[in-house]
């Protein structure tokens, strides 16, 4: 691990404090990227981050956004927050397993050992967690629990013998989307002899989608973990005993418009909150109470204006809705908008970034 420390780089960015930011750093250890946020109050408490599967051609980017309801609440809370880009894009387990350990290593060498290191993994990032969930721990725990969300447990790494034994040994609970649970109840349901305190647990999210979970689902997930930790598996909320699983879903709250409604009530201007660096989706702060006094029903084509530029966008329901690279914009289980391109990238077409304002409209 020593030697992986001698690769590292370090940029350190402190945000005001006067607005409550968290300090920001970003560095490489072995050719992986990794975004930390923290506090100037650590409780010891280490959240590690394992995204899914990501394009090849993409660029290496460890995208943290610490602004998002789950980690802005543990940041206050006084938990650090850290994601680690792995050294390569594609189907990467093993390698991506050890960028995750020496990421906890540095952390471990530059602030000291955490007192709690929950994983957190999305997609193919669920199936590294869970991996790491199963390992037998030596010496000293490194990892005390793990959250799965909509883990991709059937991926396998090409020339790899490492695979699933269904045998956590710390708390793993897996988040689900009602439409794929049939791998992580396989998983849970497994008729192998497990220790009582460690069989893993299902959390099923009543939404179809892929790792389409809201941030006040990942919040409960986040606190049932810790619980379990703390005060044992019993802690946890029951599920039916013939579906294995606890219904954690939690309904977007609509909240008051961001957008500025036209006068003519055909369009609004929204504002960019988020832009994803891998996929150059754009985030924007309209919701659909926002599309609906605009008059702009689903599944119909309306006016984008980003910067000077013109583009046709379907107002649809999810990246299905259209052809590749066609413009779509759709709700997140969150209550706001994604503004996209399928197979392609939104923010670069547009030169978008956060900040900037859109005009969406109906076609005259």
């Known amino acids: 691990m020593l030697r992986c420390l001698a690769h590292f780089w370090l940029l350190t960015v402190t945000l005001s404090s006067l607005f409550g930011a968290p300090t920001i750093e970003k560095g490489e250890i072995e050719g992986a990227k ?3 946020a923290r506090t100037d109050k650590w ?3 280490l959240v590690l981050i394992a995204h899914g599967l990501r394009p090849e051609g993409r660029p290496l ?3 943290l956004f610490p602004e998002q309801l789950a ?3 543990l940041l206050d809370e006084g938990w650090m927050i850290a994601k680690t880009s792995y050294r390569r894009n594609g189907i990467i387990v093993r390698d991506a397993i050890a960028d995750l350990d020496a990421l906890r290593q540095h952390i471990t060498t530059r602030f000291g050992a955490p007192l709690r290191v929950l994983l957190e993994g999305d997609s193919m990032g669920g199936l590294i967690v869970t991996l790491i969930a199963e390992r037998e721990p030596l010496g000293v725990k490194q990892y005390h629990g793990a959250v799965a969300i ?3 447990l059937d991926v396998r790494e090409p020339n790899s013998t490492l695979g699933l034994t269904l045998q956590p040994r710390i708390p793993l609970l897996f988040l689900t989307n009602q439409s794929e649970l049939q791998g992580p109840r396989g998983y849970v349901t497994s008729d192998l002899q497990r220790d009582a305190e460690l069989a893993p647990a299902l959390f099923r999210i009543s939404r179809d989608g892929h790792v389409n979970v809201n941030q006040a689902e990942r919040l409960t997930a986040f606190r049932a973990v810790n619980a379990w930790i703390d005060r044992g598996r019993a802690s946890l909320p029951g599920g039916a005993e013939k579906t294995a699983f606890f219904d954690a879903t939690v309904a977007s709250v609509p909240r008051p418009s961001q957008v500025t409604l036209h006068p003519d009530q055909r369009g609004f201007d929204a504002r960019v909150i988020e832009v994803s660096e891998v996929y150059g989706n754009v985030f924007i702060n309209a919701q659909p109470a926002d599309f ?3 008059g702009m029903e689903r599944m119909t084509w309306i006016q984008l204006t980003a910067n000077n ?5 379907k107002h649809g329901r999810d990246f299905g809705s259209v052809k590749r690279t ?3 914009t759709f709700v997140n289980p969150d209550g706001f908008y994604w503004l996209a391109r399928n197979f392609a990238d939104a923010a670069a077409t547009a030169q978008l970034k956060v900040g900037d304002t859109v005009t969406l409209r109906r076609f005259d």
């Open 309 to 313: 530029l013109k583009f046709r966008v």
């Open 34 to 36: 990794f975004t930390l």
């Open 150 to 152: 909509g883990a991709a």
């Open 61 to 63: 980017v460890a995208d």
């Open 71 to 73: 980690y802005k609440t």
């Open 43 to 45: 409780n010891g408490g």
């Open 292 to 294: 609906a006094a605009a």
């Open 326 to 328: 066609e413009w779509v």
